[in-house]
């Protein structure tokens, strides 16, 4: 009776809305938990300041999926609600350590509170924990609580056989969040009939469970999507993929194309070969980027198979300074003897990759494979990440395909034939037609090896060919033949496992750098994809099967346009007529400033300041050394080079952290605790710091403006405007293949079938 009439107040109560009001909107920097029940979604905010252990216990469960399919398993209304220690069956779930009891934090049990549920032991909270559905004052912390120092006594005295009467009150429970959204969906809970059940009181007759628990962004906070079927659907795969057999409908190969420096704006689906069929065929998101603000190659191919922005991945640029060292270094130098390049002299492996990639948790879960295979070392390890079964990258200096020794002691015998072959079958010259869109010979291009068809390939100085390979799009030609060998040669997505295959194609971006996207080289270099491509989806058809693999097509980056283009084009916003700014002019004169401010006479400017493409190292003992402190060469900095025409803003770390706009949070999505700089330099739109051809690395949309093609029988084909990012690509295709998304994540799975 006393529930029925509960029932009544909480309806009318939600019927006025007072439920619905947002009591308190949660503090920005705290974490937030969507909470997926079978009874709706409850949003969390957490208090890591207050409770900072229970905080990183609880998301330690959560991101670990362990409260996946736990029930409510005690509710009791007007009192609290719990769960996180029990499947439907009543089956108890082990814990983890037992933690710190931190219920002396001020905090109080109130009405809608989240606290961690223990045994009569202060110290005992593992995985349980509950939600205050009233102001439960009398499980707080207070002044009359049992110290350690008494529970210590009392354990003491039991052991010598004596009873203490107990003279203090409960240590308390610990509030560590409250709810923040959802709370109708507690209520809901609360109200629910319950049961006895062997030692189990209160337990509710129908089971509400927990389908999945989410870290989610404070943007999220009204659409938490967590998608509790799906999650049921990956674990149910999972196990099947675990008891050895794949499902059915499991891909037999994911296949991940890359194509270097590839703005969006260059698709286009009336391509004859492989980049039409993709676009025509799969589902085509037109709204995709980046969603990290240093826009180069090593940490855009990092977010690809991780599924995190690269200020998690560990990679904030292709270079950083190590500031130990006071070197400039390369995002995947090793200077470990055992990870030599094969046949070379420098050391190559993903150890700044912080984040597990998709092949990893393939080889982990199902044994399958994982290879990748580009024209540049740092796309092909970024992709692969710790281990794979084989990481092939071109050497420019060796003009074979190689490896690092951190993955293989020797190169398999048909990539050996192959490097043996392939230089004879290479033209003399690169030929190509006019180009539809702008002439051949265009102003702003390289001419390092003709701006005009007809450009060396195996002509002129044997010792430029690998640079010159490089340089145009045989390479990617030759990365296509070694991807094909790998198919046939390994059998991948032929034995019954799920492997992946990554692929990068960089001659895009060493062709785009020299001559601008649209100029006739590379467009010729996109007809070359796309026509390898093709023969490349065809192999796969008759090896793996049509309906076997899913294909991602993305890219690490987009690029500005040639200045000289814009220009003509009467779109540059480059204050700088022409758009150009000479790196060597800008450079030398921003070192000469910085050696007459702060280092003349004796020592050189890059004592005290580095660079890094946009970052800027201040060197802290050179500083100590000379008396100087690091704000007054920030704000020297600062003035000189927010100065120079061009130079937008001179960030500096504080600024990148505490400004709410959306360039700060893409920056902050780039910045790496360690490996970043201390200050970012951001240019006006379309300004390039080159003499010749274009770049990229700005937090400009053409810099962050990339495809994202999803193709497959798991596949909707269309168009869709869905903003997206290259970060949901890795999460996407994990629910596909029923390995269940790890909250951590920065990306989301898209929704691939209607
Ligand atoms: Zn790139």
Same mark, same amino acid.
């Not at 933690?99 to 032991?121: F, K, P, Q």
């Not at 923040?180 to 609360?190: L, Q, S």
């Not at 194309?257 to 492989?274: C, E, M, V």
């Not at 093709?534 to 090896?543: I, K, P, R, V």
């Given at each position: 009776m006393a529930?029925?009439?509960?029932?009544?107040? +909480?309806?009318?109560?939600s019927?006025?809305? %007072?439920f619905?009001?947002?009591?308190?909107?949660?503090?920005?920097?705290?974490?937030?938990?969507s909470?997926?029940?079978?009874?709706? +979604?409850?949003?969390?905010?957490l208090?890591?300041?207050?409770s900072p252990?229970?905080?990183?216990?609880f998301?330690? @469960?959560v991101?670990?999926?362990?409260?996946?399919?736990?029930?409510?398993h005690?509710?009791?209304?007007?009192?609290?609600?719990?769960a996180?220690?029990?499947?439907?069956?009543m089956?108890? &779930?082990?814990?983890?350590?037992?933690?710190?009891?931190?219920?002396? /934090?001020?905090?109080?049990?109130?009405?809608?509170?989240? =606290?961690?549920?223990?045994?009569?032991?202060?110290?005992?909270?593992?995985?349980?924990?509950f939600?205050?559905? /009233?102001? $439960?004052?009398?499980?707080?912390?207070?002044?009359?609580?049992?110290?350690?120092?008494? !529970?210590? =006594?009392?354990?003491?005295?039991?052991e010598?056989?004596l009873?203490?009467p107990?003279?203090?009150?409960?240590?308390?429970?610990?509030?560590?969040?409250?709810v923040?959204?959802?709370?109708d969906?507690?209520?809901?809970?609360?109200?629910?009939?319950?049961?006895?059940?062997?030692d189990?009181?209160?337990?509710?007759?129908s089971p509400i469970?927990?389908?999945?628990m989410?870290?989610?962004?404070f943007? !999220?906070?009204?659409?938490?999507?967590?998608?509790?079927?799906?999650?049921?659907?990956?674990?149910?795969?999972?196990? $099947?993929?675990?008891?050895?057999?794949?499902?059915?409908?499991?891909p037999?190969? #994911?296949l991940?194309?890359?194509?270097?420096?590839?703005?969006?704006?260059?698709?286009?689906?009336?391509?004859?070969g492989?980049?039409?069929? &993709?676009?025509?065929?799969?589902?085509?998101?037109?709204?995709? *980027?980046?969603?990290?603000?240093?826009?180069?190659?090593?940490?855009g191919?990092?977010?690809?198979?991780?599924?995190?922005n690269?200020?998690?991945?560990?990679?904030?640029?292709?270079?950083?300074?190590?500031t130990?060292?006071?070197?400039?270094?390369?995002?995947?130098?090793?200077?470990?003897?055992e990870?030599?390049?094969?046949?070379?002299?420098?050391?190559r492996s993903?150890?700044?990759? *912080?984040?597990p990639?998709?092949?990893?948790?393939v080889?982990?879960?199902?044994?399958?494979r994982s290879?990748? #295979?580009?024209?540049?070392?740092?796309?092909?390890?970024?992709?692969?990440g710790?281990?794979?079964?084989?990481? @092939?990258?071109?050497?420019?200096d060796?003009v074979?395909?190689?490896?690092?020794?951190f993955?293989?002691?020797?190169l398999?015998?048909?990539?050996?034939?192959?490097?043996?072959?392939?230089?004879d079958?290479l033209?003399?010259?690169w030929?190509?037609?006019?180009?539809?869109?702008?002439?051949?010979?265009?102003?702003?291009?390289?001419?390092?090896?003709?701006? +005009?068809?007809?450009?060396?390939?195996?002509?002129?100085?044997?010792?430029?060919?690998?640079?010159?390979?490089?340089?145009?799009?045989?390479l990617?030609?030759?990365?296509?033949?070694?991807?094909?060998?790998?198919?046939?040669?390994?059998? &991948?997505?032929?034995?019954?496992?799920?492997?992946?295959?990554?692929?990068?194609? *960089?001659a895009?971006d060493? +062709?785009?750098?020299? %001559?601008?996207?649209?100029? =006739?080289?590379?467009?010729?270099?996109? $007809?070359?994809?796309?026509?390898?491509?093709?023969?490349?989806?065809? &192999?796969?058809?008759?090896?793996?099967?049509?309906?076997?693999?899913?294909?991602a097509l993305?890219?690490?980056?987009g690029?500005?346009n040639?200045p000289?283009?814009?220009?003509e084009l009467?779109?540059?916003?480059?204050?700088?007529?022409?758009?150009?700014i000479?790196l060597?002019?800008?450079?030398?004169?921003?070192?000469?400033?910085?050696?007459?401010?702060y280092?003349a006479?004796w020592?050189?400017?890059?004592?005290?300041?580095? %660079?890094s493409?946009?970052?800027?190292?201040?060197n802290?003992? @050179?500083?100590?050394? /000379?008396q100087?402190?690091?704000?007054?060469?920030v704000?020297?900095?600062?003035?000189?080079?927010e100065?120079?025409?061009?130079?937008?803003?001179?960030?500096?770390?504080?600024?990148?952290?505490?400004?709410?706009?959306?360039?700060a949070?893409?920056?902050?999505?780039?910045?790496v605790?360690?490996a970043?700089?201390?200050?970012?330099?951001?240019?006006?739109?379309d300004?390039?710091?080159s003499?010749?051809?274009?770049?990229?690395?700005?937090?400009?949309?053409?810099?962050?403006?990339i495809?994202?093609?999803?193709?497959?029988?798991?596949?909707?084909?269309?168009?869709?405007?869905?903003p997206?990012n *290259?970060?949901?690509?890795?999460p996407?295709?994990?629910?596909?293949?029923g390995?269940?998304v790890?909250?951590?994540?920065?990306?989301?799975?898209?929704?691939?079938s209607?």
């Amino acid at each position: 009776m006393a529930c029925l009439l509960l029932r009544w107040l +909480v309806l009318l109560l939600s019927v006025f809305g %007072f439920f619905g009001a947002h009591a308190e909107e949660p503090a920005f920097d705290n974490p937030l938990v969507s909470v997926s029940t079978s009874a709706g +979604v409850i949003v969390l905010e957490l208090y890591p300041d207050k409770s900072p252990i229970t905080v990183a216990n609880f998301l330690s @469960y959560v991101d670990d999926a362990s409260y996946t399919e736990t029930v409510f398993h005690r509710v009791i209304p007007d009192f609290m609600i719990q769960a996180g220690g029990h499947l439907a069956d009543m089956t108890e &779930l082990e814990g983890k350590e037992e933690i710190h009891n931190e219920a002396d /934090n001020g905090l109080s049990n109130t009405t809608g509170t989240i =606290a961690m549920a223990r045994t009569n032991i202060i110290d005992s909270a593992s995985r349980q924990f509950f939600i205050n559905t /009233n102001d $439960n004052t009398r499980l707080d912390h207070s002044a009359e609580s049992c110290t350690r120092e008494d !529970e210590a =006594a009392t354990e003491a005295a039991a052991e010598r056989g004596l009873v203490r009467p107990a003279t203090c009150e409960s240590f308390g429970y610990t509030v560590f969040g409250r709810v923040v959204r959802g709370m109708d969906v507690v209520r809901h809970i609360e109200l629910v009939e319950t049961k006895d059940e062997g030692d189990f009181y209160d337990v509710p007759v129908s089971p509400i469970t927990i389908k999945g628990m989410k870290k989610i962004g404070f943007d !999220e906070i009204d659409n938490p999507a967590v998608s509790g079927n799906d999650q049921q659907h990956a674990s149910e795969q999972l196990q $099947n993929a675990q008891s050895g057999s794949i499902v059915d409908n499991t891909p037999a190969l #994911v296949l991940l194309i890359a194509i270097d420096q590839f703005r969006n704006d260059r698709i286009d689906a009336s391509l004859p070969g492989g980049l039409g069929k &993709l676009a025509r065929e799969g589902r085509m998101y037109t709204d995709a *980027s980046l969603d990290h603000g240093l826009t180069s190659t090593c940490p855009g191919h990092a977010v690809m198979l991780t599924g995190v922005n690269p200020s998690k991945a560990g990679i904030p640029g292709n270079y950083y300074v190590d500031t130990a060292a006071w070197e400039l270094k390369y995002c995947v130098e090793d200077d470990a003897t055992e990870h030599l390049v094969l046949g070379g002299e420098e050391g190559r492996s993903p150890w700044m990759l *912080s984040a597990p990639t998709l092949g990893q948790q393939v080889k982990a879960r199902f044994d399958g494979r994982s290879f990748s #295979v580009s024209g540049k070392d740092r796309a092909a390890i970024m992709m692969a990440g710790h281990e794979a079964d084989g990481v @092939y990258w071109f050497d420019k200096d060796q003009v074979r395909f190689t490896t690092s020794k951190f993955y293989q002691q020797s190169l398999p015998d048909y990539v050996t034939t192959f490097n043996q072959q392939f230089v004879d079958a290479l033209p003399l010259l690169w030929e190509h037609d006019a180009g539809r869109f702008r002439p051949d010979d265009y102003s702003g291009e390289s001419d390092d090896n003709s701006r +005009v068809s007809g450009h060396e390939i195996r002509d002129g100085d044997i010792d430029e060919l690998g640079e010159r390979i490089y340089d145009s799009p045989y390479l990617d030609t030759l990365t296509f033949e070694l991807a094909r060998r790998l198919v046939t040669e390994e059998a &991948l997505g032929q034995k019954g496992v799920t492997d992946v295959l990554a692929i990068s194609l *960089s001659a895009n971006d060493t +062709v785009g750098h020299q %001559f601008g996207p649209y100029s =006739a080289e590379s467009e010729h270099t996109l $007809n070359v994809i796309d026509t390898e491509l093709a023969m490349f989806l065809d &192999l796969l058809d008759q090896t793996v099967g049509e309906d076997r693999y899913i294909v991602a097509l993305t890219s690490d980056h987009g690029v500005a346009n040639l200045p000289e283009w814009q220009t003509e084009l009467g779109q540059n916003r480059c204050p700088i007529e022409g758009g150009r700014i000479g790196l060597y002019g800008f450079i030398g004169s921003l070192l000469f400033d910085i050696y007459a401010e702060y280092t003349a006479p004796w020592d050189f400017p890059t004592d005290l300041v580095m %660079f890094s493409g946009s970052q800027l190292y201040i060197n802290r003992p @050179y500083l100590a050394q /000379n008396q100087l402190e690091f704000d007054q060469v920030v704000s020297g900095l600062t003035r000189i080079l927010e100065a120079e025409p061009g130079v937008k803003k001179l960030w500096t770390r504080s600024e990148i952290e505490h400004t709410q706009s959306n360039e700060a949070r893409l920056l902050r999505n780039s910045i790496v605790e360690g490996a970043s700089g201390d200050l970012y330099l951001q240019m006006e739109q379309d300004c390039i710091i080159s003499d010749t051809g274009t770049t990229h690395g700005s937090l400009y949309d053409y810099d962050r403006s990339i495809p994202l093609i999803f193709y497959g029988q798991w596949v909707s084909p269309g168009i869709d405007s869905t903003p997206v990012n *290259s970060i949901d690509i890795a999460p996407t295709l994990m629910e596909v293949l029923g390995i269940p998304v790890p909250s951590n994540l920065d990306g989301k799975a898209l929704e691939l079938s209607f």
